[in-house]
């Protein structure tokens, strides 16, 4: 991540917020994203700088599609730490001057919350009741998209197709995981072969990525963060995807609890089935090929091996969550 960080009196500014800035300080992140916290004499604020990691020329459409669904689900209970539009917009998205007078940045603003991170293993049944829940409550709003050219070819579903390509750019950078990567390519076409079709007419927007790492423990209970990656999707699909990944796909009695608290909360999936992760094994399939692209990139560039993607684990990992899929019946049983 380069550049100077976002100017905090500017992000005073933008929102409109009351007060003076007293701190404003960087904390832990994604890679795609930084955040900070915002201290005024009136309030905490956590600011995240936005970057277009996907190089997509529509990026604001998706944010602002996703401050829709975002606000939605807030009204509908699903529990988020609570967003502030900007005043001019009634958008979530500003645009500041970095501290350096280097040019704008994008962010946008939540109020703060005291909170503790989701450690990325399997959770417990509590948490994945919730999460079910949660995901029930989303799924009964049946928002459809308002563009829905946004989501032609969506970005990250990816299919076997790109593994020899993927394999010989490898190859000729010599990058270490390349037997690994070749070795894969029948359990990518095996995650390829779960990606059907379906009905565009029965799917409703969803958070897009609920998993370990956008989840929070407050004081008041769990909240569910980061709604920049709205998508839309059948509800099985969304359904199954959240429950393995509450489960890191190791653990049935955690998935099968998502699918639990879904129902208690009138969810209305019936069954999970194996083709419910076929969008999962697609975007995780398109994680890998990014994260390659992003490993050569850097390879190139000669940064330290430390720095790349664990590309060679994420390979590995493949074989599992197909293992898992083609039996999810079964599994969850």
Same mark, same amino acid.
């Given at each position: 991540m380069t550049g100077a960080a976002p100017d905090p009196r500017g992000v005073v500014a933008a929102y409109g917020l009351p007060g003076e800035v007293r701190a404003f300080d960087e904390v832990p992140g994604g890679w795609s994203n930084r955040v900070f916290r915002l201290h005024t004499t009136h309030g905490a604020y956590a600011v995240k700088e936005l970057r277009n990691a996907w190089g997509e020329p529509r990026w604001a459409d998706w944010l602002a599609e996703g401050w829709r669904v975002e606000l939605a689900a807030r009204e509908a209970g699903v529990v988020m730490p609570e967003p502030v539009a900007n005043p001019s917009t009634g958008q979530a998205l500003a645009y500041v001057e970095r501290s350096d007078g280097s040019g704008e940045v994008p962010v946008r603003l939540h109020r703060w919350v005291d909170s503790t991170s989701v450690p990325r293993s399997p959770v417990g049944p509590d948490l994945a009741r919730w999460v079910g829940r949660s995901l029930a409550a989303l799924h009964a709003l049946a928002l459809g998209p308002m563009r829905p050219d946004l989501y032609v070819g969506r970005v990250g579903l990816t299919t076997a197709d790109v593994w020899p390509d993927l394999v010989a750019r490898s190859a000729s950078s010599q990058a270490p995981w390349t037997l690994e990567l070749a070795a894969a390519e029948p359990v990518a076409r095996r995650a390829s072969a779960l990606l059907g079709f379906w009905d565009a007419g029965h799917e409703v927007?969803?958070? *897009?990525?609920?998993?370990?790492?956008?989840?929070?423990?407050?004081?008041? *209970?769990?909240l569910l963060c980061d709604w920049d990656v709205v998508l839309p999707r059948l509800p099985g699909q969304d359904l199954a995807e959240a429950a393995l990944s509450m489960a890191s796909w190791r653990v049935p009695d955690v998935a099968s609890a998502v699918v639990e608290g879904y129902r208690e909360a009138g969810g209305a999936v019936d069954r999970l089935v194996a083709t419910d992760l076929g969008p999962a094994l697609a975007s995780r399939l398109g994680w890998i090929r990014f994260s390659i692209d992003r490993a050569l990139d850097a390879r190139a560039a000669g940064a330290p091996s430390s720095d790349l993607p664990d590309v060679a684990g994420l390979v590995l990992d493949l074989d599992g969550r197909v293992s898992v899929a083609e039996s999810l019946d079964r599994w969850l049983r």
């Open positions: 927007l969803c958070h *897009g990525d609920v998993d370990q790492k956008n989840l929070l423990l407050g004081p008041g *209970g769990p």
